[in-house]
């Protein structure tokens, strides 16, 4: 089954904060410089090599990662991304949602999402009292079809200007 690992962003304080993780949860720490990458070193500033650029904690079925690069500029709420690992292939092409720290996969994150929209679509959410087992199947044999029912785009679509300025900022 999928998981759901967090991520961290840290400002050059990666290496202390994981160490710190290491020393409470045990496991295996991974890190990784800037400077281990002689391509990506010579593209930042020299006081960043020592910068942590990737890194992982696993303990059992702990699995931390973090950085000290965060292309985004720091605020409270946007240091923690979260990572979903896969298994298989399957996993991967599988519609998951993740609503309230938890996380839904298949027909049930499918489902999930048709209660929220508007229209008729709320409607099926009520295929929800059928078994996980039996929904699924359909679900599946739907993905497995879909791009002989309904055909491939090799690029995905872009709204037209006017379009655009329906979007809310």
Not at 127 to 152: E, T
């Amino acid at each position: 089954m999928a998981r759901l690992n967090p991520y961290l962003n840290f400002d050059n304080n990666c290496r202390e904060a994981m160490n710190f993780y290491k020393e409470c949860l045990g496991g295996e720490l991974f890190l990784q410089t800037v400077s281990e990458l002689p391509a990506m070193a010579a593209q930042m500033p020299p006081q960043m090599k020592d910068n942590i650029l990737h890194s992982s904690l696993t303990s059992g079925d702990i699995v931390i990662m973090a950085s000290d690069l965060n292309p985004e500029k720091r605020i409270e709420g946007n240091t923690v991304h979260l990572c979903i690992n896969c298994n298989n292939e399957n996993e991967l092409n599988s519609f998951i949602l993740l609503e309230n720290e938890k996380l839904y996969t298949k027909s049930t994150g499918a489902l999930r999402v048709t209660k929220k929209l508007s229209g008729l679509w709320p409607l099926l959410y009520g295929f929800i009292i059928i078994p996980p087992f039996i929904r699924n199947a359909v679900y599946s044999y739907i993905a497995h079809h879909r791009y002989k029912w309904f055909g491939k785009k090799e690029a995905c679509w872009i709204p037209t200007p006017e379009l655009k300025q329906l979007f809310l900022d």
